[in-house]
């Protein structure tokens, strides 16, 4: 998933404190509120339970290296344990949020990405992280080669298929419904299995690109008069990924909560009020930034107003 644009004015630094990058795992909550006060031993025990499913590995670890605590924290762990391939990309990761937010130097962290890559070579999180700071920090040729890397340990690894579109959608402010995020959208959901969320990923470049075309001006900033959300092309790729919605729903997917925030912003924007209740009612309160943030909106504000429309309890 794209960050969020960054915030204008109080309200917007509310909302983001609202949200919670966890959303509804449990185990990853206490864990990360263990990590805090400097009992790495919960992490330790999520992580290795975890396994390798990538996906809920990729989301676990870089919701744990967000937590302003997490660096010194897994440096201690790595004290008690030299050997321990968890401590070791979690530090990385740690170190890669820290770049972003200037704390640390971007090469440290791609260092450290790179170490732990080498000793977990099967494991595609250690390249998640460098992914996460090339996106914002690397050149084109470098988030290629980087995602390239994730997908040669798992081909339908969620979060790195959503920086690429994030990215991807940022190349050319000008309109063009030729744009090659849709087609890299369209190719990754073809490629997954049928019952991959990736089936989502056009839906997801459509968003992006919105937010791209908004922010230079060449859509209205209110999402619902953009005509961006109308016409055959959209049409489509909306149909398409609510009717995978209706016959896969992943229950079970830790990231399905980002995916329904973007189906459901999406048929907010359509005006299908009716397929975006069911989808609210599988949200709950798990708001995300990314899409109803977009272009640069109060994405807590947002979303409260559309699950009113869409309910009927405004």
């Known amino acids: 998933m794209s960050p969020p644009p960054p915030p204008f004015g109080r309200g ?3 909302a983001a404190q609202a ?5 509804d795992d449990a185990e990853l909550v206490a864990a990360r509120a263990a990590l805090a006060q400097g009992r790495w031993q ?12 990538w996906d ?10 967000k937590e302003p605590s997490c660096a010194p924290w897994a440096r201690e762990w790595l004290l008690a344990e030299p050997d321990s391939a968890d401590a070791t ?7 890669v949020r820290r770049a972003l937010r200037g704390k640390d130097k971007p090469p440290r962290a791609r260092e450290a990405c790179r170490d732990a890559a080498a000793l977990v070579p099967g494991d595609p999180t250690p390249w998640l992280g460098l992914l996460l700071l090339e996106r914002s920090l690397g050149a084109e040729e470098d988030v290629v080669r980087v995602f390239d890397e994730v997908r040669v340990r798992y081909a339908d690894h969620h979060h790195a298929h959503h920086l690429m579109v994030a990215r991807l959608a940022e190349r050319g402010a000008g309109p063009d419904p030729l744009h090659e995020v849709y087609d890299f959208a369209n190719w990754a959901a ?3 299995p049928a019952d991959s969320p990736l089936a989502i990923l056009p839906v997801v470049a459509h968003a992006e690109r919105y937010r791209v075309l908004a922010r230079a001006g060449h859509e209205s900033a209110d999402p619902r008069a953009a005509g961006h959300w109308v016409g055959r092309r959209a049409r489509l790729v909306m149909k398409a990924a609510f009717d995978w919605w209706l016959e896969w729903e992943q229950d079970g997917h830790p990231r399905r909560l980002i995916d329904l925030n973007f189906l459901a912003h999406a048929k907010c924007c359509e005006g299908r009020g009716a397929e975006a209740a069911a989808l609210f009612h599988r949200i709950g309160e798990h708001v995300t930034p990314a899409p109803w943030a977009y272009p640069d909106r109060d994405p807590t504000a947002a979303f409260r107003a559309a699950r009113a429309s869409a309910l009927g309890t405004t």
């Open 56 to 65: 809920r590995r990729g989301h676990r670890m870089t919701v744990l290296a």
């Open 190 to 192: 073809e490629q997954a």
């Open 89 to 95: 990309v979690l530090l990385a990761l740690a170190l």
């Open 42 to 53: 919960s992490a330790r025990s999520l992580l290795v339970h975890t396994g390798d499913d």
């Open 19 to 23: 949200f919670d990058e966890a959303l």
């Open 12 to 14: 917007r630094r509310r």
